[in-house]
Structures are given as structure tokens and as C-alpha cells.
């Protein structure tokens, strides 16, 4: 049966590190004479990251990696993961929030109800959400505290600017939200070393094709 996009991490892969990068495609002009500046903004922003194993694993584990990595076939294939670190956020989202009214793609302010009311720093930047699902996932995080009003309103400040498009209603995974990735290279080393495999350095980008 033929490997279907995207695949999950296998469940005793654990990573050393984490890096994450966000990019946004803003460009800069400066005056030579006066040091004036301006910026351009243009709408790419995605993230980049960077998974890293510098454990000693034996060969069963290794295998595990490997063939996860090879299952990708480079580029072609995707794959979804999160911040081990932000399985859960640190604001409560308490209630039962959900989108209010419908958000075109491309925005970074989402208006959201079902909040309990009157609630100080009921969402926190840095809280990571994920919209949609399989080949639709996308990973996005809060910039700024939200506090609800007194009807359980909430205003979102996120990045990066939406994937896709909200209705009415729709809803956000926040226990261990995910993005979709894959490889920004073709081919990942490991290293052999003292009858273990170690320094798998998995570089990534986020997959905007789906």
C-alpha cells in the first residue's frame, strides 16, 4: 500500500532540540543620505524549523528515524509535528470558544465567542493553535494576551496570517496542535559512532502546497 501524506512522527521518536524559525517576507530600503528607511510587506510568512537527535540510539530506535525519514522521499512527503514544549497553552481558553462570523484567508485578527466571560489574559501569547486537519493542518500562535468582554468575546492577534478560510463556528485544536512540514533538503545524513547512530539534524519548512 502506498505511503499516504502527511505521516505521523513514530511514537519513540524524541528530539534533543527544537529550533523554530518564523519568516516573513519583509523587505527594507534605506536612504544613504539621509538613513531613512522604508519596508515593504509582502504576504509569504511561514515557519521553518529545525529537529535535532544527538542521543547515542541503539539500532532499533535509529531504524525507527531512518525509516521515517526515508518514508518521506526528501521533499515530496509530508509530515505533522508540534513544540513538545506547547502541548498544552498557558491560558485557560475557558468555555467553549469557537470562531464568530467568517475570516478570509490572509487575515491575522480573528474574532472568536463562547469564552467564559470577563476573563483577564483568557488566551496567552505564545499559546499555539492548529486549524483544520491531515493535508489541511496549519500552525499558528498567539502574539498578544486576550481577555474576554462580558459575552465571552475574545480577539485574536496571531501569526502567521490564516491558511484558509473560517466560517461560523469552527473550532481550534490547542492540546498538542501541529503543523505540516516537510524536508527543505533531499537527503539527511546520520552518524555512526561507537556501534550507535547519532547527530540526526532534520531540517524543515512548512508545506504550503496543500
Known sequence: MAISYPVSLPSDLVFNEMRVTPNSAVAMSQSPFTGSQQTYVYSAEFWVAEFSITDYLTRERANSCIGFLLSLNGRQGTFLAGDPLGTTPLGTWAGS?????????????????????GQTAIVKAGD????????TTHLHQVV????????????????PSLRAALVDNDTFTTSS????WR??????????RDGRVSDIIIPVVEALDV
Not at 499555539?128 to 493535508?135: K, N, R, V, Y
Not at 496542535?177 to 505540516?180: D, M, N
Request: hydrophobic fraction near 40%.
Open 183 to 192: 524536508l527543505s533538503v533531499n537527503g539527511v545524513p546520520w552518524s555512526l
Open 177 to 180: 496542535p501541529k503543523g505540516i
Open 128 to 135: 499555539w493553535f492548529q486549524t483544520g486537519s491531515g493535508a
Open 144 to 159: 498578544k494576551d486576550a481577555n474576554s468582554d462580558g459575552g465571552g468575546l475574545v480577539t485574536l492577534e496571531i501569526w
Open 97 to 117: 470558544p469557537k470562531v464568530s462570523g467568517a475570516h478570509a484567508i490572509g487575515v491575522k485578527t480573528i474574532a472568536m465567542d463562547g469564552f467564559t466571560a
